[in-house]
């Protein structure tokens, strides 16, 4: 069983940055790729980042060179940076992994990016 907490959002002005966390539990979360998504309001889910079990990392094109996915399996917690935020980031973000054919979600931190 795979348990994902997010935290780390809030206000913040264009040009911000926030850190956010997914910290887990279970040792699936080791090797696990997990992702980061956003759901702003009225449109679709969708993927910001992935972190492979490795260290790999993939980003969405309207993310790519603001942001920043790591992770501390030690701690068994993966971050997104997230620099020069824009208002069009404001969304509900995500955090997500697969274990055994199964989906595990957080239930999300709310990023605002306003003037």
């Known amino acids: 069983q795979v348990q994902l907490a997010e935290s780390g959002g809030g206000s913040v002005q264009p040009g911000g940055s926030l850190r956010l966390a997914c910290a887990g539990s279970?040792?699936?979360?080791?090797?696990?790729?997990i992702g980061w998504y956003r759901q702003a309001l009225g449109n679709q889910r969708e993927r910001v980042a992935l972190?492979?079990?490795?260290?790999?990392?993939i980003y969405a094109d309207s993310v790519k060179g603001r942001f920043s996915v790591s992770r501390d399996n030690g701690n068994r917690t993966v971050y997104l940076q997230m620099n020069n935020l824009k208002p069009e980031d404001t969304a509900t973000y995500l955090c997500?992994?697969?274990?055994?054919?199964?989906?595990?979600w957080g239930k999300g931190t709310l990023v605002t990016v306003s003037s």
């Open positions: 997500g992994l697969t274990s055994a054919g199964r989906a595990y």
């Open positions: 972190i492979s079990g490795r260290g790999t990392t």
């Open positions: 279970g040792s699936a979360f080791d090797s696990a790729t």
